[in-house]
């Protein structure tokens, strides 16, 4: 990978991240604004329901953080785009789709044989 490469996904890594944490810090703001007090039971419960979806939804982009995280130091120290099993090269349009693969194609198609034939079992 050429260091044009690297830097167009060090950039489209880093805004990914950043729009994570924009939502995240909304979230957070929208949470304290929120008045906790509903007179009708149903909708403290729709209200109860909505924080806890959008609070599993925050978690999930956590997780993401972490992965474009890691992602962001492959680049640095030089295996980004490098299947973490073969050592093989990662299709750049596989990495186009899913910036923070670490399988190529083929691993993945591997693990996800490996793992409905063990979820049969």
């Known amino acids: 990978m050429n260091e044009r490469m690297r830097s167009y996904f060090r950039h489209r890594l880093t805004e990914w991240r950043n729009g994570l ?3 995240s810090d909304q ?7 929120e008045s906790p007090q ?8 729709s209200l109860e329901a909505d924080r ?3 609070l599993r ?4 982009g956590r997780k993401l953080i972490s992965k474009i995280n890691e992602a962001l130091n492959r680049l640095d120290d ?6 973490v099993e073969s050592g093989d090269p990662i299709s750049l ?3 186009m ?5 670490t399988l190529s194609i083929e691993a993945q198609e591997r693990h996800e044989r490996l793992e409905k034939t063990h979820k049969n079992n």
């Open 93 to 95: 349009l596989r990495l």
């Open 27 to 33: 979230t957070l703001e929208n949470l304290q604004l």
């Open 57 to 60: 939804t925050r978690d999930r």
């Open 21 to 23: 944490l924009r939502e």
């Open 38 to 45: 509903e007179a009708d039971i149903a909708d403290r419960a």
């Open 97 to 101: 789709a899913r910036p923070i693969a």
């Open 78 to 83: 030089g295996s980004y785009g490098f299947c």
């Open 52 to 54: 806890t979806l959008e």
